[in-house]
């Protein structure tokens, strides 16, 4: 069992930038793949970015690649996405989560989420 607790989101004009924290309960946080996923008003929730428990394998949305970043601290339980470059079609709300075994784009595939975190670029 592993509890995500988001935060960093806000409001932020179109070209900055944002950090988002996702921290874990559990001692086993290194064991789990963890991921990104945003959902829009109205719309699905889609995947942003999903990074290995070693943080050595990372893969993009292709809307996000090249402007987001991913990354962990196991020693810290926590993971990070930072969001350069912003748009106003970023908004949306930011779920952490996470999964045993390999990486998935998929949202059905994870077995923890966050309560999410607001992300609003004004244009």
């Known amino acids: 069992q592993v509890q995500l607790v988001e935060s960093g989101g806000g409001l932020v004009q179109a070209g900055g930038s944002l950090r988002l924290s996702c921290a874990a309960s559990g001692r086993t946080f290194s064991s789990y793949r963890m991921g990104w996923f945003r959902q829009a008003l109205g719309k699905e929730r889609e995947f942003v970015a999903t990074?290995?428990?070693?943080?050595?394998?990372?893969n993009y949305a292709d809307s996000v690649k090249g402007r987001f970043t991913i990354s962990r601290d196991n020693a810290k339980n926590t993971v990070y996405l930072q969001m350069n470059s912003l748009k106003p079609e970023d908004t949306a709300v930011y779920y952490c989560?996470?999964?045993?075994?390999?990486?998935?784009?998929?949202?059905?595939?994870?077995?923890?989420w966050g309560q999410g975190t607001q992300v609003t670029v004004s244009s």
């Open positions: 990074i290995s428990w070693s943080g050595g394998i990372t």
């Open positions: 989560a996470a999964k045993y075994g390999s990486g998935s784009t998929l949202y059905a595939n994870y077995d923890y």
